[in-house]
């Protein structure tokens, strides 16, 4: 009889009183759906050595730093990284970048192989994923996923 009454206890304070409908109608689904989240800046994810030189031990940079600006050039995605630095005419350049909240400069060399340039960072600048869509809201066209996070593994961001 303990146990019963204890489950009904349970039961009893788990389950809302009260609930909030903030739609009348709701469509149920449970389809996976694909997620690519794109971001105004790139993000340090790794790095890799050329002539010795590896940028993440020798400078202040880290993984999961963001990059916002070459030689004052605004940088919002792989491709502006890659144009702002194979048109320079020397192998340093200053790079702006986010750790928090704070913004930092650093200067950073530059490798020339093949016609480009190299810095020896890996970067990205979106992230791919998958969610399971749990409900569409037709009448506040909003939905919902759920199950799944979306987390960049090396700098868990």
Do not use: C, W
Not at 7 to 13: A, F, K, N, P
Not at 35 to 48: A, M, P, Q, R, T
Not at 99 to 128: A, C, F, H, S, W
């Amino acid at each position: 009889m303990k146990k019963f009454i204890l489950s009904l206890l349970t039961i009893y304070l788990f389950i809302p009183i009260s609930v909030f409908a903030y739609s009348d109608y709701l469509i149920a689904s449970g389809q996976n759906i694909g997620i690519e989240l794109k971001s105004d800046y790139v993000l340090v994810v790794g790095s890799y050595k050329i002539k010795g030189y590896n940028v993440l031990t020798d400078t202040e940079l880290k993984i999961g730093d963001k990059i916002i600006k070459i030689n004052d050039e605004t940088i919002n995605s792989v491709l502006s990284l890659q144009e702002v630095i194979n048109k320079q005419n020397n192998d340093i350049v200053n790079v702006t970048y986010k750790r928090g909240n704070k913004t930092y400069q650093e200067e950073i060399k530059l490798y020339k192989e093949d016609g480009e340039y190299k810095t020896g960072l890996y970067v990205r600048d979106m992230i791919r994923g998958v969610a399971t869509l749990t409900y569409i809201d037709a009448e506040n066209k909003s939905f919902g996923a759920l199950g799944h996070e979306i987390i960049e593994k090396t700098t868990k961001s």
